[in-house]
C-alpha cells in the first residue's frame, strides 16, 4: 500500500534519513470495536491501546519497516504464505529448483 510505495520511492530517489514503518495492529480495545469479537481470542487476542503504543515506539527505535501487533501474527502471516506457496508452486518455489544437466 502506501507505505510500501513511499519506501520505494526513498529507496528510489536514495533518501536515507527518511525511515518509514507501517503497523498492521489486530483488533484493539477501544470504542471503535465495542461490539466485535473473535472467534480464536486465545490465539488473536484484543489489544489494549498502551500495549500497541509500547510496541509502535519500538518498532520505530529498531528502525522496522513494517510490525504486527501482537507479534506472533507475524509468524501466522508466514505460514500464510508457506501455504501460499505450497499451492502455487507445489510445496516450493520452482525458481529455486537447481539444475542437473
Known amino acids: ?3 510500501r510505495g ?3 520511492e526513498h529507496d528510489c530517489c536514495g533518501i536515507t ?3 518509514v514503518t507501517t503497523i498492521f495492529p489486530h483488533l484493539m480495545n477501544t470504542g471503535m470495536f465495542n461490539n466485535c ?3 480464536l481470542s486465545r490465539v ?5 491501546p498502551d500495549y500497541a503504543a509500547d510496541q509502535i515506539i519500538l518498532a520505530i527505535e529498531e528502525e522496522r519497516e513494517e510490525m504486527m501487533i501482537p507479534k506472533h501474527l ?3 502471516f508466514v505460514f500464510q504464505l508457506y501455504l501460499w ?3 502455487v508452486f507445489d510445496g516450493y518455489p520452482k525458481f529455486l529448483e537447481t539444475s542437473t544437466t
Request: charge should be positive.
Open 1 to 3: 500500500g502506501f507505505s
Open 6 to 8: 513511499l519506501q520505494y
Open 17 to 19: 534519513n527518511v525511515k
Open 37 to 39: 469479537s473473535v472467534k
Open 44 to 48: 488473536f487476542p484484543s489489544i489494549e
Open 74 to 76: 507475524e509468524k501466522f
Open 85 to 87: 506457496y505450497k499451492d
